[in-house]
C-alpha cells in the first residue's frame, strides 16, 4: 500500500524542548517538502529535499532543521528557538520539480 | 512568497448547485495545481494544468487557465455534502524553480 505517512499525530512540546515531526515515504520519489499551516492560512514551505543527503532551506526555515539520509525519510526537528511553533505541520513528496504533490495526513504540534 | 491568491476566501452552497473557485497569480508560470484540504487532514491532489493548455477535465471538475490574465477557475459541478473542504490552488514559477507555492484558500461549505 503506496504512500506517505506522518506521525504523531498530535505533538506536544515543553519550552526549550526541541521535537522531531517523522515523515516517510514508500512511493519512490525523489523530493521531499516540509510545510507549516496555520489556522485560515495556506502553506508556507519549511525546507525541502530534491535528493538524499541534500535539502534547502524554504521561505520559513529559521527554528526548524531537518536531514535526508534516506531516500524515505525526511524528518523535521522544531527546536527551541522557534518561539511560535503551534502549527499543522504536513510533509509530501514528489518526483521532483514543480510537479504534483502527494500529502500525509499531517501532525499537529501544540506547546504546553 | 505567496504566488496564488484564491477568490472568494468563503463559498456557501446548496448540495446540486456549481461552486466556482478563482486563482490568480503574479508571475509566469509552468503549471497550476488545484488541491482539497478536508478538516485537519493532508491535501489531496485534484488536477494539475500546464501552461499550454486552457482548459482541463476531471469527473466534476472542470479547470480553466487563462495565462493572459494570470488567472485559473475551478468549478466543481452538481456538488455535494462530501465536497466540503478547502481548496487552494498552487503554482510554480517559471524559471526551473522546484517549489510550489500555495494560496490561501477557499472554503467551500456545501449545506444538504
Known amino acids: 500500500d503506496g504512500g506517505i505517512t506522518q506521525s504523531p499525530k498530535y505533538l506536544f512540546r515543553k519550552e526549550g524542548q526541541n521535537v522531531t515531526l517523522s515523515c516517510e515515504q514508500n512511493?519512490?520519489?525523489?523530493?521531499m517538502y516540509w510545510y507549516r499551516q496555520d489556522p485560515g492560512q495556506g502553506l508556507r514551505l519549511i525546507y525541502y529535499s530534491q535528493i538524499v543527503n541534500d535539502f534547502q532551506k524554504g521561505d520559513i526555515a529559521e527554528g526548524y532543521s531537518v536531514s535526508r539520509e534516506k531516500k524515505e525519510s525526511f524528518p523535521l526537528t522544531v527546536t527551541s528557538a522557534q518561539k511560535n511553533p503551534t502549527a499543522f505541520y504536513l510533509c509530501?513528496?514528489?518526483?521532483?520539480?514543480?510537479?504534483?504533490?502527494?500529502f500525509g495526513p499531517g501532525t499537529r504540534l501544540l506547546v504546553l | 512568497s505567496q504566488q496564488g491568491e484564491e477568490d472568494p476566501q468563503a463559498l456557501s452552497i446548496q448540495e446540486g448547485e456549481n461552486a466556482t473557485m478563482n486563482c490568480s497569480y503574479k508571475?509566469?508560470?509552468?503549471?497550476l495545481q488545484w488541491y482539497r484540504q478536508n478538516s485537519g487532514r493532508g491535501l489531496v491532489h485534484l488536477i494539475l494544468?500546464?501552461?499550454?493548455?486552457r482548459e482541463k477535465h476531471s469527473g466534476r471538475l472542470r479547470v480553466t487557465l487563462d495565462t493572459s490574465k494570470k488567472s485559473s477557475s475551478l468549478l466543481i459541478t452538481a456538488s455535494r455534502a462530501a465536497d466540503t473542504a478547502s481548496y487552494f490552488c498552487a503554482t510554480d514559477a517559471k524559471g526551473g524553480s522546484e517549489k510550489l507555492v500555495f494560496g490561501k484558500g477557499t472554503k467551500l461549505t456545501v449545506n444538504p
Open positions: 508571475t509566469s508560470i509552468n503549471n
Open positions: 494544468i500546464r501552461s499550454n493548455e
Open positions: 509530501a513528496s514528489s518526483f521532483g520539480g514543480p510537479e504534483t504533490q502527494y
Open positions: 512511493l519512490n520519489h525523489d523530493a
